[in-house]
């Protein structure tokens, strides 16, 4: 399955459930971290599988291996901090890159920004868009990076006006308003 595919039928089938479930508050009007948690539950229903082998989908994973070892990346890479907490991945959990070079598949951050329009440059909220900019360049370290070596990065932005995809560093190049 297509990363694209993968995300897509996620959101639709979290949202969908949503819709059925929820007759006051909507998930989208909930924090951040509760729409990752329910996109990541859906994304794990789905599953990914590879070569026979079935991926893990967690939600703010941050161990490297079989150990306690966070996750951190270069500080070359990342200006602020390097110590980072995915808000989902797609991995083989426990498996590094070194003894499986398919180990980590897909890396996902998400956002929520309202007043988002798919243009980074328009956003006017200072903090919002430095937000999201660090999520692309924490998105670009993980794909890098050789300790990680993710296969696909994707920045997902819920807004008032649709559902911004970015996949592997593309243009903002879908939106999903109808799902909304």
Sequence with gaps: M???????QGITEMLKADSDMSPRRHLLETSERNITAYLRRH??????SHNGKKYQVDHEYNRRGMGDT????????LK?????????IVHLRGIEVREDPNANWLVIEVKKIPSFDGVVENMKNKKQKEALKCDLQKLYCFVEDERFRY?????????????????????????FEKLL
């Design 151 to 175: 296969q696909q990065a994707a920045s997902i932005v819920f807004s008032d006006k649709g559902v911004w995809i970015s996949l592997n560093h593309a243009v903002w190049n879908k939106r």
């Design 2 to 8: 297509k990363p694209e595919d993968f995300i897509k």
């Design 70 to 77: 966070p996750k951190n990346l270069s500080p070359e890479c």
């Design 80 to 88: 602020r901090k390097n110590s980072v907490v995915p808000d989902i």
């Design 43 to 48: 994304l794990g229903q789905i599953g990914y």
